[in-house]
């Protein structure tokens, strides 16, 4: 009988997560997110995806509103690596805590003592739910109105 070699259970968690990660990508850094919102639910976190960091769950609604950038699918929003100084300055100023995780099982927890999220939250989801209602009535009015060319006359008209 050969020799055998006995495996560390970090390297092979390691290891696994890196064949997961390779396997089904974005899948993988969602379930880590989950793991990492269970303990800190009241952080934005951070998950770096190449040269990009994501955030999802209700943090979508923070980094969209201090950013600008646009929702995916309605459940994240992606931005550069370069961005993230400025992003990470915003948050200090609203006091709300965050996490920054790069895949490496290394991450930074910057926690504010006067951490706001939950309203911050709160606040931007309305605005972010409010403007997402506008943006579907304005795209059907506009196929109405280019389907009807009277309904236009007729709103300007309403509108004087």
């Known amino acids: 009988m050969g020799k055998q070699k006995k495996i560390s259970s970090v390297f092979l968690f390691i290891y696994l997560t890196c064949v997961c ?8 850094l969602y379930k880590v997110w989950e793991c990492l919102k269970v303990r800190h639910k009241l952080s934005v976190i951070f998950m770096k995806y190449g040269n990009f960091y994501k955030v999802y769950g209700d943090d979508v609604f923070i980094v969209w509103k201090i950013t600008g950038y646009r929702v995916i699918n309605g459940d994240h929003v992606g931005f550069p690596i370069k961005a993230l100084g400025n992003v990470m300055k915003r948050l200090e100023i609203l006091h709300v805590s ?6 490496r099982d290394d991450y930074l927890i910057v926690d504010d003592v006067r951490n706001c999220y939950k309203s911050v939250v709160e606040e931007f989801k309305k605005l972010y739910l409010a403007e997402d209602r506008i943006k579907k009535v304005v795209n059907k009015f506009e196929a109405m109105v280019r389907n009807d060319g009277k309904m236009l006359d007729y709103y ?3 509108w004087k």
Not at 21 to 28: I, S
Request: negative net charge; contains cysteine; glycine residues 6%.
């Open 156 to 158: 300007e008209e309403l």
């Open 21 to 28: 990660y390779y396997l089904f990508g974005d899948c993988m």
């Open 98 to 103: 965050y996490i920054v995780y790069d895949n």
